[in-house]
């Protein structure tokens, strides 16, 4: 399973910062999809193919995050709310005047950290809901 496989901070059409762990045409759907949005919701969540783009909207930031559907949205959301309050601590001033792909050196191991992180809990929360039905079953 792929899992979080691309993700970026922008503010409007601007990405800050970006991480893909697949190559792909990420971006410029997760760009075209929130262009095309009405956004009136701070979360909200696109599907593509076998994909969610899960976006956050903060402080004039946007957070996404693709994640593999059978995710679900709460890994995902929980995952961009922690990217939030990473970028806002360190970046909320600079990332107002900052150019496109200007914090990819000083965000992008951020970015990364935060995906795999998640990803591996999502991991032993799956190892545990198997064990949960395998005991169920025995009972």
């Not at 697949?22 to 994909?51: H, M, P, W």
């Not at 939030?84 to 914090?103: C, I, T, V």
Request: contains cysteine; hydrophobic residues 45%.
């Amino acid at each position: 399973m792929p899992g979080l496989v691309y993700t970026f901070v922008a503010r409007d059409s601007t990405v800050l910062a970006e991480y893909s762990a697949l190559a792909g045409n990420f971006r410029i759907v997760a760009l075209e999809c929130l262009q095309n949005s009405q956004i009136t919701e701070d979360k909200f969540t696109v599907t593509a193919d076998q994909y969610t783009f899960n976006y956050l909207v903060a402080n004039g930031y946007t957070f996404l995050v693709v994640a593999d559907e059978a995710y679900g949205r709460q890994i995902p959301f929980a995952y961009l709310e922690r990217l939030k309050d990473a970028f806002l601590e360190k970046f909320n001033d600079k990332g107002r005047s900052a150019a496109e792909n200007s914090l990819n050196n000083t965000f992008r191991l951020v970015l990364d950290q935060q995906r795999g992180s998640w990803a591996g809990l999502l991991a032993s929360w799956q190892q545990m809901a198997a064990a949960a039905a395998a005991i169920a079953e025995l009972l």
